[in-house]
């Protein structure tokens, strides 16, 4: 039977709602709170800890509050501090798992042979490491990059494994079979420098709970009262270290409360599982389950939308959220032409929110991949509309976007020695620091610059032979797409110098989880290059979008993934990017399959969820990727959405933007060879939407003027199913399917295609 409130109670527990009330009395035994968006989780468990202190069931020092952030521990002990007074300061174990899990390690770190002063490596201590034992084994380094073999170890060590515990196949993923030896070695290394890394922390602890009871009796007797944050965000390294500290719940004798939504468990690609929820009741029978579903945020169309949606999962517990609101707008759902008209709409109805009063800051575009954030800065910067990426770089800030922008101003002018400098070893030459130290020097000793000072050096013998001959490949690699540059379109220019440089194939070989979505922003910055009429234009339009954001953050529009949404709520919300292949991510889905397109739909639910006034939807029914417009498939989660909560939109005034693009645009791949070899990312990345460069039209400049009138409009009479047509770009084909005005055309030469019907003509 639930707790209710009394009718004296202290001022902590005044104005909890009941099931609130209850996750902050019902302290003995186990119990998960299922807290949905915006239900005051924070007030709730901060609540109970108070409640803990306050009727002296434990003393400060024997309650763990494990959190996933250092913020989220300082701001407990804050409230709990505002709460019940300076009783709260002295909690000694409230913190991050690798915070707590580092202090117990020091009390215990001779049984896994470190002494107690042992150093915490950080990345870049990591990655130099690793470098030196790969290459003490004899392996390419530029095959197989440090960083891959740390992003495979940081997996082994979420999942609680050590090199002997690691499975056979995935040992196969590093050096042909020798990842787990090197994993090995380098642990082994690492016990030698006295030195544990961020995974060693808990994985440490785990190895001595299993094999000393001792140790694991003490700290179990120790805490009488056990509270874990986000349990939904647990990798299965923390769920191990979690469960044996709460095993002695088994016995009767302890306290475990776990607070999460599994509606929001997001993050499978850092290691979570949110699995460690949903089996909560087996691991502990008998564990009490309460609900907070009463939500202070949104409205209620915004919460049935975003109900309606997650209900398509099917691994959850299940929770309904409401509110005793009654007004509210609908959720809009509007259908754009193209990606510049959504990015021109979203603008258009930001500048109305701020003429209405709206604070800039209470807006919020919330993209699924990086690189969306290009087309709204692009126009943001067109209509001076402030704006700010939040947790993570602007587009043109991001580090393979600035190597990218340097090859290309180096193009553009020969002399630019700051570009110089960043590119001339990346990727990796041979030109170490002592080569590059010398080109600098005889610069600054002669007066010139950087590039005309390299160029002296290759025709000398002041460099070594390797890093001579380097250099020199690189400014005749430079020499010869400058001579590219009036001969062909900008946008086919940057495709090739980022191929021919190997800067391409440095991300393809590296396999860390980061190096997809880079080489995605490389393939956005080419296709941002087909708007202007050259290359200079282009990077005088760059340097105008560098120079926005200077100065403070306040006062401004702002713009980031879904992903770092969580946590936070904005009055409106505008949701872009709602296509097939998008969102659900086509990447997540062709990794991880029906696990991955559930956790996309949480990410749906975790988007419409952080608007508390208005949700906006937006989905495009073209998208144009190099050069090829290609028809785009609203993504499922619009089918998931309840009709009678959403209003529809649609509006097809892009159709202009569409016609200067079709009629002006060049094939930027027109200079590319079939079978170049090129690695399956920068494909995917260049072929999003439908583009197969294998089969691409070869020819410099592409006529794609529209042959009838019905662009956006309806369909034509004259051409149906059986029918042959012509196509300026893909030539002659069969239309095999028809949707309004989009065709399914099996073309001769390039294969099954969608296009619109304004684009062929019928043969007749």
Request: proline letters at 4%; glycine letters at 8%; a neutral charge.
């Amino acid at each position: 039977m639930s707790a209710s409130p009394i009718e004296t109670q202290p001022a902590y527990l005044a104005g909890l709602n009941p099931p609130q009330y209850e996750a902050a009395t019902v302290l003995e035994g186990a119990v998960l709170v299922l807290a949905g968006a915006g239900t005051g989780k924070t007030r709730a468990l901060t609540a109970r800890l108070a409640h803990v202190l306050a009727t002296k069931r434990a003393w400060p020092s024997e309650i763990l509050a494990v959190t996933f952030t250092n913020k989220a521990a300082a701001e407990m002990r804050h409230r709990l501090v505002q709460m019940i007074g300076p009783a709260a300061e002295g909690m000694p174990w409230v913190g991050t798992f690798h915070s707590i899990a580092a202090r117990m390690l020091r009390r215990h770190a001779e049984l896994v042979g470190l002494r107690s002063n042992f150093t915490i490596l950080d990345t870049d201590d990591v990655l130099r490491l690793l470098k030196r034992l790969i290459l003490d084994a004899g392996i390419d380094e530029k095959r197989w990059p440090a960083r891959q073999l740390s992003g495979l170890i940081d997996r082994w060590k979420n999942r609680g494994q050590m090199p002997d515990g690691v499975p056979k196949g995935e040992a196969f993923a590093f050096a042909d079979g020798r990842g787990a030896e090197l994993y090995a070695r380098y642990q082994a290394e690492l016990k030698a420098l006295n030195a544990a890394d961020f995974g060693d922390l808990l994985l440490h602890m785990i190895g001595i709970f299993t094999t000393h009871p001792d140790v694991l009796g003490e700290w179990q007797r120790r805490f009488k009262y056990c509270l874990v944050d986000e349990y939904q965000d647990t990798n299965a390294a923390q769920y191990r270290w979690l469960t044996l500290l709460a095993a002695q719940h088994l016995g009767g004798q302890g306290n475990i409360c776990c607070v999460g939504d599994d509606d929001q468990s997001i993050y499978s690609w850092r290691g979570a599982e949110v699995a460690n929820i949903l089996r909560f009741e087996q691991d502990f029978p008998g564990a009490r389950i309460i609900k907070l579903e009463q939500n202070y945020r949104s409205t209620p169309h915004i919460l049935a939308a975003a109900a309606h949606v997650i209900q398509h999962n099917k691994g959850r517990l299940g929770k309904t959220l409401w509110t005793p609101i009654e007004t509210g707008e609908k959720v809009a759902s509007i259908a754009v032409w193209d990606g510049p008209e959504e990015a021109r709409l979203v603008g258009e109805r930001i500048e109305r929110l701020l003429r209405e009063g709206v604070q800039p800051t209470e807006i919020a575009i919330l993209v699924r991949a990086s690189f969306q954030t290009r087309e709204f800065e692009d126009r943001f910067i067109a209509i001076g509309l402030p704006y700010r990426i939040v947790g993570g770089f602007r587009f043109y800030e991001r580090a393979e976007v600035r190597d990218a922008l340097a090859y290309l101003r180096l193009v553009a002018q020969p002399d630019d020695a700051l570009a110089f400098e960043r590119i001339v070893n990346t990727p990796k030459r041979g030109l170490g620091d002592k080569a590059q130290a010398r080109v600098q020097a005889h610069a600054r000793a002669t007066g010139l610059t950087l590039p005309m000072a390299a160029q002296a050096l290759v025709e000398t013998d002041e460099l070594g032979p390797a890093p001579r001959r380097a250099l020199a490949e690189l400014l005749a690699s430079i020499r010869r797409w400058r001579d590219q540059m009036n001969a062909m379109d900008q946008a086919a220019l940057a495709q090739m110098v980022l191929e021919e440089s190997g800067y391409v194939a440095m991300l393809e070989a590296d396999r860390s989880a980061e190096a997809a979505g880079r080489i995605d922003n490389l393939a956005e910055l080419v296709r941002a290059m087909e708007g202007f009429t050259d290359l200079q234009a282009f990077l005088e339009h760059v340097a105008l979008v560098m120079e926005n954001d200077r100065g403070d953050h306040a006062d401004k529009v702002v713009i980031m993934t879904l992903h770092g949404a969580k946590g936070l709520e904005f009055d409106h919300v505008f949701l872009p990017g709602w296509e097939e292949g998008l969102f659900p991510s086509q990447r997540a889905l062709d990794e991880s399959g029906a696990a991955a397109l559930e956790e996309e739909r949480r990410l749906a639910y975790v988007g419409i969820t952080r608007a508390r006034r208005r949700a906006t939807i937006l989905h495009a029914q073209n998208r144009r990727v190099y050069g090829q417009w290609t028809s785009a498939i609203p993504s499922r989660f619009l089918g998931e959405l309840p009709p009678a909560h959403v209003e529809a939109e649609s509006t097809l005034s892009g159709g202009a933007s569409l016609w200067r693009a079709a009629v002006s645009d060049r094939d930027p791949f027109a200079h590319l060879e079939r079978g170049t070899g090129r690695g399956p990312g920068w494909e995917r990345a260049t072929s999003r939407g439908g583009l197969n460069r294998a089969t691409a039209a070869r020819s410099a400049v592409i006529d794609a003027r529209p042959l009838s009138s019905t662009v956006g409009g309806a369909p034509r009479d004259d051409i149906g199913i059986g029918a042959r047509v012509f196509h300026a770009k893909f030539g002659m084909g069969t239309v095999k399917g028809q949707d309004g005005n989009k065709l399914e055309i099996d073309f001769d030469q390039a294969g099954v295609k969608m296009v619109l019907d304004s684009f062929v003509s019928a043969s007749g």
